[in-house]
């Protein structure tokens, strides 16, 4: 089974300013997506960004980018320029391409915080 | 473009007692997933259901089951609460079923309090 290790509960950054967050994952698997998923307080599980392991090129979305590690295991998300709306929980999350279905595993979050 | 829905927002209900939360995929989304997320926690994969069958499940007990109907909309049951099932749980959508754009899209959730 795979398993999502988000070893930062918390991080707090400057607005304006740069912040990465941090995720490994345990897995055999040679190919498998990636997800950030951003929850603010309403709850809604907002996507952030995906990266196909196949790919060697880091995902990229306006502000946020990804760095993936693959023989690393490693996937952080770094956001550029940070803004108020940013602050919330994120979740790292993989998906295998060989189960049925597309069942998500998860990490266990880490709360972002920014100052103004 | 609709976005997935669920209702109830929230829900109170005690120890022993039966509950059904309901889920509308976003158009165009056959395929319906359900997650507990525990506060604190990263939600936790119950089942997820795919032209009406279920199409995988997490470890969760028999005491949680679903639907899924014509219109692609889909329940989740649970039989006989236990204080540990009190939660946020998340209905997600998405298309087809393991290609690339299989990205799921989530509901706003439902609070599900056991007392």
């Known amino acids: 089974a795979q398993t999502v290790t988000q070893s930062q509960p918390e991080m707090s950054v400057q607005e304006a300013e740069t912040v990465t967050l941090s995720c490994t994952y345990d897995?055999?698997?040679?190919?498998?997506?990636l997800f950030w998923y951003k929850q603010p307080p309403s709850r809604q599980m907002i996507l952030v960004i995906r990266q196909e392991a196949y790919k060697q090129q880091n995902a990229t979305e306006n502000r946020f980018s990804v760095n993936f590690q693959k023989a690393a295991k490693s996937f952080s998300l770094k956001i550029s320029d940070s803004q108020l709306g940013d602050a919330a929980m994120y979740f790292c999350?993989?998906?295998?391409?060989?189960?049925?279905?597309?069942?998500?595993?998860f990490g266990g979050g880490t709360r972002l915080m920014v100052k103004p | 473009e609709t976005g997935v829905t669920q209702s109830p927002t929230h829900l109170i209900k005690t120890r022993g007692q039966q509950v059904t939360l309901r889920c509308s995929s976003q158009?165009?989304?056959?395929?319906v997933s359900w997650y507990q997320q525990a506060l604190g926690q990263g939600p936790q994969f119950i089942f997820q259901?795919?032209?009406?069958?279920?199409?995988g499940r997490g470890n969760f007990p028999p005491r949680f089951s679903g639907l899924q109907f014509p219109n692609y909309s889909s329940e989740l049951n649970v039989n006989a609460l236990e204080l540990d099932d009190s939660a946020l749980y998340l209905c997600?959508?998405?298309?087809?079923?393991?290609?690339?754009?299989?990205?799921?899209?989530f509901g706003p959730g439902t609070r599900l309090t056991v007392l």
């Open positions: 999350a993989y998906r295998s391409v060989y189960n049925a279905g597309n069942m998500l595993t």
């Open positions: 897995t055999s698997e040679s190919d498998y997506y």
């Open positions: 997600a959508s998405s298309s087809a079923s393991g290609g690339a754009a299989d990205t799921q899209y």
């Open positions: 158009s165009g989304h056959n395929t």
């Open positions: 259901y795919y032209r009406e069958e279920e199409n």
